[in-house]
């Protein structure tokens, strides 16, 4: 019961989305099932609010080391969420302005729309852009031209690199016209229309062949890691 | 206070002292945000229904405003919007500290963005999705009433979506310290579906059409029907390219002699491919880190002017535009 009917539940929720691609007397069962499934991924984002503000209020309890961040972390989750469900300072929609609650709840403006520009979009950028900093910092310490294969993916970088910025016309533009092709805007453009498309092109069959086959075991009941160890 | 503690005091009085200064040079012109006044009068004849909004503006445009007429209200300075452009100043100053090393401004601006993305998130999954998607098919009426007035008329109460609405009070139960196996039946139905769709997807945009383009005639004409050696070459490249990055995914064979010397060539076509990815990668992100950099000084402390609107609001300032 635990384990058979989960496997039922993948199996037909599955074979559903295949049978919808083939018949087209089954596309709004296809188009049903993925309705439901954006409202469980949604309710999804519920359940990780919920993990972490259990996680962090065991913290603040517990007064493990650090627990202050734990509170702001709290504060700024409950902050935000309140201010969004609740469209705080959020005007009606300007076609239907007797209903309070029917403006955008990212109206810009709004508390939640600030607290989305002035807080979370510059936090999330920020700690991208320092990937900068350590792709760069282990390619250094990672790559060494030592055989073909290193010097191919480093030469390839280096001209991309080269290629897609002002650096590589203004470095190679006045290359004369009988080796114009290796200019580095032009070889990047060959680099990338050929041999990355040759590369991308069989991972990505490789890729859908993967998938294509670990979707097929799991709907068969053959593959079912993803119900847990059955120890419960 | 110990030195590392005594460092980080003397860092933060320098960059204090270092913003003062600049605040003082240029008093009226680092870190303001100006917006726009644009009146909503959604019903002419309730006072109730009319509102104001405030869109973005600049500070030109404010400068010509009251050069015009002092006294007009349309274009305003936000005090609201200035504050956002300062925290959001400090909060990346806080994130890039990290690259010196791991400090509390650090892990105070890393647990607001762990609080903040989370609440985001599911602000936005319940307005975007379950309010129209759950709520809305089953309490139409509720839902029309309350937030959704553009909600269909002829929408009907469908209870058949109750079967996520009970599959999603199931995914939650995983929170619950008993019962754990109870979110095993909407995480295989969530499964169960991602498998059916890339299976398909996957099957259909990426295998047949990457096959489909990887047939190419090996002989080009160009335009005047001649053979054309360049575009020859270039589908020979990319078939054969193809070809041997299969082999070498092809592991039913021992990588031996012929084989093993195609799935040596398919080894650095793929390695001209990651390294293509690589460069895109850390262009990107320096692109990100260029536009956090740029918002630092053209934005917020105006050491730089690459789109030369400081110099316009200067200008627009002395009444000289």
Not at chain 1, 152 to 163: E, V, Y
Not at chain 2, 297 to 321: H, N
């Amino acid at each position: 019961m635990k384990r058979q009917i989960p496997l039922l539940i993948a199996m037909i929720a599955g074979f559903v989305m295949i049978v919808a691609y083939f018949i087209p007397y089954t596309v709004s069962w296809g188009d049903t099932v993925i309705v439901w499934f954006d409202v469980l991924a949604a309710i999804a984002f519920v359940l990780g609010g919920g993990n972490l503000l259990k996680v962090h209020l065991k913290k603040t309890s517990d007064q493990v080391p650090g627990w202050g961040y734990s509170v702001i972390t709290i504060v700024a989750f409950v902050i935000m969420l309140v201010i969004g469900l609740g469209k705080i300072g959020v005007n009606p929609a300007a076609k239907y302005p007797e209903f309070a609650w029917s403006g955008k709840f990212s109206e810009m403006g709004s508390p939640f729309w600030w607290l989305y520009e002035y807080v979370f979009k510059p936090l999330q950028a920020t700690i991208f852009s320092m990937l900068a900093f350590y792709v760069a910092s282990a390619a250094f310490r990672a790559f060494r031209a030592k055989n073909i294969e290193a010097i191919l993916l480093l030469a390839t970088a280096f001209i991309i690199l080269l290629g897609r910025t002002a650096a590589g016309p203004a470095l190679t533009g006045w290359f004369p016209d009988a080796i114009e092709g290796l200019e580095a805007d032009k070889l990047t453009s060959y680099l990338m229309t050929v041999f990355n498309t040759a590369g991308n092109r069989a991972i990505m069959i490789g890729i859908a062949l993967g998938t294509a086959s670990v979707s097929l075991k799991i709907l068969l009941g053959v593959e079912r890691s993803y119900l847990g160890s059955g120890e419960e | 206070m110990n030195k590392s503690n005594r460092l980080w005091v003397i860092l933060f009085i320098i960059g204090a002292v270092l913003v003062a200064g600049r605040m003082l040079i240029s008093q009226s012109l680092i870190g303001k945000a100006y917006v726009q006044a644009v009146p909503v009068n959604a019903d002419e004849e309730n006072e109730d229904h009319k509102w104001t909004l405030y869109e973005q503006s600049s500070q030109t445009k404010f400068n010509e405003a009251v050069l015009e007429d002092p006294n007009q209200t349309k274009y305003l300075f936000s005090f609201s919007r200035t504050i956002g452009v300062w925290i959001a100043a400090l909060l990346t100053i806080f994130v890039l500290s990290f690259l010196i090393r791991d400090n509390p401004l650090y892990k105070f601006a890393e647990s607001i963005f762990i609080g903040i993305s989370a609440a985001y998130w599911m602000v936005v999954g319940f307005w975007s999705t379950v309010v129209p998607n759950l709520f809305g098919k089953l309490s139409p009426d509720m839902v029309r009433d309350w937030a959704m007035p553009g909600l269909g008329i002829d929408e009907r109460v469908e209870l058949m979506y109750i079967v996520p609405l009970v599959l999603g009070l199931m995914l939650l139960w995983i929170l619950s310290p008993k019962g754990g196996w109870i979110s095993r039946w909407p995480t295989a139905f969530i499964i169960g579906v991602f498998c059916g769709l890339r299976l398909i997807t996957f099957i259909h945009a990426d295998f047949l059409s990457q096959i489909r383009n990887g047939i190419a005639p090996l002989w080009m004409v160009d335009s005047s029907g001649s053979f054309d050696f360049w575009e020859s070459l270039r589908n020979v490249f990319l078939i054969i390219g193809v070809l041997s990055c299969l082999v070498y995914f092809f592991f039913s064979f021992e990588h031996k002699g012929i084989i093993g010397k195609t799935a040596k060539l398919g080894i650095w076509f793929m390695m001209i491919t990651f390294g293509a990815a690589f460069g895109y990668t850390v262009m990107g992100r320096i692109a990100l880190l260029a536009i956090r950099l740029e918002f630092l000084f053209d934005d917020w402390l105006w050491l730089i002017d690459p789109t030369g609107k400081r110099l316009e609001a200067v200008i627009s300032m002395l009444g000289l535009f």
